[in-house]
């Protein structure tokens, strides 16, 4: 696929790259079955957000296990994030700026995603691609966190996180807290209707 990121800007302690996005239709489809069903299950289950996160976390998964090498290993980040980047979220049109990648953590700011700009619910696209990005890292890193920074499902025009090969005890918790977060703005939502 060529070069998964490029480089955009850098300096002593800072550097940018871009990922380039090259959508292919059967990823997508996949993709969208996957949210279909996890969509299914949230609304089957009365809006258990942990039936939506453990579907989007086995997509997460299997993806992995199907386009990135999983008997690999993968000590740093780096070494995780470029196959992720060039088989999985540029396949997937995933258009994110990564201002930072070191060998224990990167941070990303997700500005285009299919999923969000064909779904009704961004709400749902959000809780999705959280639980589909934590089946990635996890797959390598076990005790690793994906930190949810902000969410276009609250209002935010991106999607921002920090995906780490280790977490502390705090960190352990994210998942928990966005569980919270879209919860609450399930119900908010459910009551203005």
Not at 64 to 93: C, K, Q, R, S
């Amino acid at each position: 696929m060529g070069e998964p990121f490029k480089k955009i800007a850098s300096s002593e302690d800072h550097m940018v790259w871009l990922t380039q996005p090259k959508e292919l239709e059967e990823l997508l489809k996949r993709r969208e079955v996957a949210f279909e069903v996890a969509q299914g299950k949230l609304n089957d289950s009365g809006g258990k957000i942990e039936t939506a996160i453990q579907t989007a976390e086995a997509f997460g998964r299997g993806i992995f296990a199907e386009f990135i090498n999983n008997n690999a290993d993968y000590p740093t980040m780096n070494t995780w994030l470029t196959p992720v980047v060039e088989h999985v979220l540029n396949p997937l049109g995933t258009g994110a700026i990564f201002t930072s990648i070191t060998e224990q953590e990167a941070t990303s700011r997700i500005f285009r995603c299919s999923l969000h700009e064909n779904a009704r619910d961004p709400h749902m696209a959000s809780l999705f691609t959280y639980g589909f990005l934590r089946g990635l890292l996890l797959s390598a890193f076990p005790q690793g966190e994906l930190l949810m920074k902000s969410s276009m499902a609250h209002g935010s025009p991106t999607l921002d996180f920090t995906f780490k090969t280790r977490s502390n005890s705090t960190e352990r918790g994210e998942r928990e807290r966005v569980k919270q977060l879209h919860y609450h703005h399930g119900n908010q939502k459910n009551k203005e209707k």
